[in-house]
């Protein structure tokens, strides 16, 4: 629908709330595994089904992934945070109330960088929470009341699984910017193994808060309290649902005020098929969830938990996504495109390094071409054969494919053999032979000519050959424009008698000498 | 050999001894419970295991004293359990018609190491329900009566008045009394286990909080609850706790209490704290004489006796706050009775799930506990101050109670305010005034709030009619054996008993 020109004036403002599922072998206070494939009601402690006179256990390993997650978003960490009880009323929330942070949070204020062009979200906290079951007819939140008559089954697998829940601040400008800003958190978060990012399975939902304000392209988001009413829509549970209706929302909103309404501050649901938002069925007022400190669970204390260090446990993220395109881009001169290729996939961006380091020297500056076939290799060579097998591993090590890269750049073998080599390696290694570059060239008998003496050698044998004697005399007779499509001619008949393995350039060299020579003799 | 009057280190001594069996132990005990349940209806128990069982643990505990190879001092002795604490294959009630058929899952922690010692669980004893209440008046199963005045050897039983055995342990401690147990455990949030111990004339020790572990005790007030103990006498709760005592790795609140096996420094090197603020306008005529009786008489044995009116300031809020913080934690814990995952519940579906959900709740809880929920519901509500200020006076409190306990080793009050009250009127108690009985927990939540070790014991002997008036003895954070030592030598020192 084509937008009017008073579309225009306004803006969106968009915050983000998004839980992530914690990968962990428990949930955050019981030893419950949770997985989203289990057969149902099979994976609970009484802690889980809150049996009376259980009591919540808290799980390091909880505490761990939150504080990796709030590191790599650079969040204040606060060493001290507490539990509280968030009370509502619903089947899916065995004990009434949920287990989550709300005044002392585990980390405070941070950032989210994303895309291109310096852009970044900035966080007002992450906090610990649990996770509730599952209700059969339940695609919402609490708000909802399960329809009368209607037959409910509850699934408590999921009850009380560890999310943190990393609530942004209201700074985020356009629908695309919310989508490239959440498929970034999800990458990192997988990137430093908190979360498996998988949305299809509920280990990530966002909630949007979107509002409008009058503005150009330029304009700055004013401050809180000049933006319209805020909408919440909940529970997104892919990038495209999230941008869609961060898209509808801004329409919505837009067409309320501009036909003289006032945006009403609501929670709204987003139908994925229709892509609209639709509102809630509840009434308006805010739940009064009645926070109380858990009186079953001890203040967090990171630096008094045992078993717990902060800095080992830091020391050992692997680098972040971002850092690493930056000093991909930095050490290596490589285009920003081809670093983002790389930063996807931590296997082949080690292999990247390895092998650029294997062929020239341990640390940067590395020769440029070096990098260059490295690259093409594997990126073009490499990749491609993977994609045949469906994405599977490969088993190409960096020795190998350094090899490769010493080889071509020494100038012993050319482009052409370097990709055949490549393609035999990979399939030896698929089928588990064990496989040395050097042995593939000599099977092959890949080797480049280059030895000055045997091209000349070479270039004599097809001068003088008969059948091109007409030719040679031409290039004797010194036409300046036929002796250069001579060469060519002469060119191409060497390399072909070399099947293919003569070096160009000295052969060009050996060529002009040896006709040199000819000419010389009449 | 045994008798009413035999106290559980007595009996212990003789199983060591081998002057008696477990086996002539658990007669005695169902001989006693017959009496106290069929012939006087006292209403002690809400469940009992078949005697074949008992008997063969009974049997087993035997053939181990037989061998020398006892599992604990306490192998063999009959004990009895509140109906709040899980044990596993039995209706854990908590006294409640939400659970009356309720069958735990899980066990709690106390009963896996009584069973463990080779104590028998002789039954389940009955409560106000889920803990609230101070005169096992707010049973789903009807009151239980304190079986005190039961012992004695009249048989005209009809001139016996029917007394509130206290709550909300009120059943642990009449069990305890009447010897249809030898020890029981029981809870303790705000002074249910002091009240009924006193009420029955028994002793009745609350540990520092956390002292023993919380798991699997159904939860009231989790900042508050604490499993405690009713015995015959100081030294039997001294010998059960060494038992039972130490923290859990299934209750992060449990905590480890020093061991101290020292004997207590002689009277003469005791000071005794008496705080004069507890002395309060309301306090029956019978307990302050009590009071002042017990404080002159240990002067008068040789103990440093002080009554300070400093330091306990903050007492007058403490009742209040005390009702603020259990009535906010017991709406949230008691949000979890929804009939969907255990419990009682009313299905409707032609009403939607919080409608269910209510009438579910309105039905099964009874009227004190809806009255609380409401309550703390309240207090936390947005609009709520109460809680926060409660919290201050809290702290306030254990500062206060801090400071007076550096000046005295430790300090002497009354477990109660009033007497128990009749049940013979109306003979169910359920025009008992509320607000009247949450006036009589003044004395006991101070050592709750601040979660000091308390102990209340008799300091009455036998044909005493003021046998419902305790005293307690207050000590430090975390130094509960001394706290018993020194109340087993007042007790000593002022009871002859046995």
């Known amino acids: ?522 | 050999m045994i008798t009413p009057k035999t106290s559980l280190s007595r009996l212990s001594a003789l199983l060591k001894s081998k002057q008696t069996t477990p086996t002539a132990a658990l007669d005695f005990i169902l001989e006693r419970i017959k009496l106290s349940e069929e012939t006087h209806s006292l209403n002690t128990f809400t469940y009992l295991p078949s005697t074949e069982s008992l008997h063969e643990l009974a049997r087993a505990s035997t053939a181990r004293y037989a061998d020398g190879s006892p599992l604990s001092p306490i192998d063999g002795i009959p004990i009895s359990v509140k109906a709040n604490i899980s044990w596993l294959g039995r209706p854990t009630s908590a006294s409640s018609r939400m659970l009356e058929n309720y069958k735990s899952p899980i066990q709690a922690d106390v009963i896996d190491r009584l069973i463990k010692s080779g104590a028998i669980l002789i039954g389940q004893t009955n409560m106000d329900e889920f803990g609230m209440g101070s005169f096992t008046t707010n049973s789903a199963f009807g009151p239980s009566i304190n079986s005190y005045p039961y012992l004695s050897t009249t048989t005209d039983t009809t001139t016996i008045p029917k007394l509130s055995p206290g709550g909300s342990s009120g059943g642990s401690a009449s069990s305890v009394a009447f010897r249809s147990s030898f020890a029981s455990i029981g809870t303790d949030t705000g002074g249910s286990i002091r009240l009924p111990a006193a009420y029955c004339g028994c002793t009745g020790f609350k540990p520092s909080y956390g002292g023993i572990p919380r798991h699997g005790v159904i939860p009231y007030a989790s900042s508050l609850d604490t499993v405690g103990l009713i015995t015959p006498t100081p030294e039997d709760a001294q010998l059960l706790h060494s038992v039972l005592r130490g923290s859990s790795l299934n209750d992060p609140t449990s905590m480890d209490t020093s061991p101290n096996p020292d004997p207590p420094p002689p009277l003469s090197s005791l000071s005794v704290g008496v705080p004069g603020s507890y002395s309060v306008s309301e306090c029956h005529p019978s307990i302050t004489k009590k009071w002042i009786d017990t404080a002159s008489r240990l002067s008068t044995a040789g103990a440093n006796v002080t009554i300070f009116d400093d330091s306990l300031t903050s007492i007058q809020d403490s009742l209040a706050a005390y009702y603020v913080i259990a009535c906010a934690e017991a709406s949230s814990n008691l949000a979890k009775y929804d009939g969907v995952k255990f419990g009682s519940r009313i299905r409707d579906t032609t009403v939607d799930f919080s409608s269910e959900y209510a009438n579910t709740r309105a039905e099964f809880f009874g009227p004190e506990v809806k009255r609380r929920i409401e309550c703390g519901d309240t207090i936390l509500s947005k609009e709520g101050t109460h809680y926060s200020a409660a919290l201050q006076i809290r702290n306030q409190l254990r500062e206060e109670y801090s400071t007076a306990l550096k000046n005295y080793d430790v300090l002497l009050l009354p477990t109660s305010v009033s007497p128990p009250i009749s049940l013979d009127s109306s003979g169910s108690g359920f025009d008992v005034d509320q607000s009247e009985m949450m006036a009589n927990d003044l004395m006991t939540v101070g050592a709750s709030l601040a979660g000091f070790p308390a102990i209340s014991i008799p300091v009455s002997e036998d044909s005493d009619p003021d046998f419902w008036v305790g005293m307690q003895v207050i000590g430090r954070h975390g130094d509960d054996d001394r706290v018993m030592s020194i109340a087993d030598q007042i007790y000593r020192t002022l009871v002859n008993r046995e």
């Open chain 1, 1 to 522: 629908m084509r937008r009017t020109l008073a579309a225009f004036k306004f803006k969106p403002v968009i915050g983000l709330e998004v839980h992530a599922q914690l990968s962990t072998a428990q949930k955050l206070f019981s030893p419950s595994p949770h997985r989203a494939s289990a057969p149902e009601n099979t994976l609970l402690s009484p802690y889980d089904t809150s049996i009376p006179g259980s009591l919540p256990i808290l799980n390091l390993e909880c505490v761990e992934k939150a504080v990796v997650a709030a590191s790599a978003l650079n969040c204040v960490l606060n060493d001290e945070s507490r539990f509280e009880r968030k009370h509502y009323i619903y089947p899916d929330l065995p004990s009434g109330y949920q287990v989550t942070q709300n005044r002392w949070p585990i980390a405070g204020r941070g950032a989210l960088p994303f895309g291109n062009n310096n852009k970044s979200s900035e966080i007002n906290r992450i906090q610990l929470e649990t996770d509730t079951g599952k209700s059969t007819t339940r695609e919402n939140d609490e708000s909802d009341d399960i329809q009368v008559g209607s037959a409910v089954n509850i699934d408590y697998n999921r009850a009380g699984a560890p999310l943190i829940e990393i609530v942004f601040e209201p700074d985020i400008e356009s629908p695309e910017d919310a989508g490239e800003a959440v498929s970034t958190l999800q990458r990192l978060l997988k990137h430093i193994d908190v979360c498996d990012g998988k949305f299809e399975l509920g280990s990530l939902r966002c909630d949007l808060n979107v509002s409008i304000f009058e503005g150009d392209d330029d304009s700055p988001i004013p401050p809180l309290n000049e933006l319209g009413n805020r909408v919440e829509v909940k529970n997104l549970n892919s990038i495209r649902a999230i941008v869609a209706a961060a898209k509808f929302e801004f329409d919505r909103q837009v067409k309320v005020v501009e036909s003289g309404g006032v945006v009403s501050q609501e929670t709204r649901t987003f139908d994925k098929k229709k892509l609209v938002s639709i509102p809630m069925r509840k009434k308006e007022t805010s739940t009064d969830y009645r926070f109380l400190i858990d009186p079953d669970i001890p203040p967090l204390v990171l630096s008094q938990t045992k078993d717990l260090d902060v800095e080992a446990l830091l020391a050992g993220v692997p680098e972040l996504p971002e850092q690493a395109k930056q000093r991909l881009a930095d050490e290596y001169g490589l285009k920003p495109s081809i670093c983002e290729i790389l930063i996807s996939d931590q296997i082949e961006m080690r292999l990247f390094e390895d092998t650029v380091k294997a062929a020239s020297s341990s640390t940067p500056p590395y020769p440029k071409h070096v990098v260059e076939f490295t690259t093409k290799l594997l990126c073009n060579d490499i990749f491609a054969l993977k994609n045949e097998k469906a994405g599977e591993p490969h088993k190409i090590n960096s020795r190998q494919l350094a090899d490769t890269v010493i080889t071509l750049a020494a100038g012993d073998i050319n482009m052409k053999m370097a990709k055949d080599i490549i393609k035999i390696v990979f399939d030896r290694c698929q089928r588990g032979e064990d496989t040395d570059v050097k042995r593939v060239i000599e099977e092959k008998g890949f080797k480049i000519m280059k030895n000055p003496d045997e091209l000349q050698e070479l270039c004599q044998s097809v001068v003088n050959d008969g059948a091109f004697e007409s030719d040679l005399q031409v290039w004797i007779d010194g036409d300046k424009k036929l002796r250069k499509k001579l060469e060519k001619f002469f060119f191409g008949k060497v390399m072909a008698k070399s099947r293919g393995l003569a070096d160009a350039g000295r052969l060009r060299e050996a060529l002009l000498v040896v006709l040199g020579q000819q000419s010389a003799k009449k």
